[in-house]
């Protein structure tokens, strides 16, 4: 599946076991590398729409845990628990989500003029026959993540 909007803002590609969300973003790569790096930001925006989240843990360094649950709408509280992997400053964060379901995620920021290109992929560790059912609802989810991140950064100036 390859979607993309009207003025290619945006890309959401999903393959046999990986997820990569392409988006621009109107503000400069510190900002957005930033809005990840701090919980203040992060905190604000991560999650799909009507998720709010509480930080249990928050040591973003390689080596480092980010655990929070994420509340849903409908009162149900989803555990989260992140590894950090590795974080290139200004560049690439790597995450591994330690539970249900295992992936690794990898934010890689990239300057496009004033603008900053942000690459988001998942990768799972599932069979792809679970796989087939997570994709259901982590490829909306992921989209509506960036688009509060998008709504965050426009506050954030």
Do not use: C
């Not at 076991?17 to 957005?32: D, L, M, W």
């Not at 590398?33 to 604000?44: I, N, T």
């Not at 300057?111 to 997570?134: A, C, M, Q, R, W």
């Not at 509506?144 to 998008?150: A, K, N, P, S």
Request: aromatic fraction near 14%; hydrophobic fraction near 40%; proline fraction near 6%.
């Amino acid at each position: 599946m390859d979607q993309s909007n009207e003025t290619n803002k945006y890309t959401t590609q999903v393959g046999e076991n990986e997820i990569v969300i392409t988006r621009i973003f109107n503000a400069p790569r510190g900002v957005v590398f930033d809005a990840w790096m701090k919980e203040e930001h992060l905190s604000k925006w991560w999650g799909p729409n009507g998720f709010t989240s509480t930080f249990q843990k928050f040591d973003m360094k390689p080596g480092g845990v980010w655990e929070f649950i994420m509340h849903g709408p409908d009162g149900v509280d989803f555990p989260n628990t992140n590894i950090i992997v590795e974080i290139l400053p200004l560049e690439k964060i790597v995450l591994k989500h330690d539970v249900f379901p295992h992936f690794v995620a990898t934010a890689i920021f990239e300057n496009e003029g004033v603008k900053t290109k942000l690459t988001y992929s998942s990768f799972f560790e599932e069979e792809p026959s679970i796989f087939d059912k997570v994709k259901t609802y982590a490829v909306p989810g992921a989209e509506q993540t960036m688009d509060r991140l998008e709504m965050h950064l426009a506050s954030m100036f």
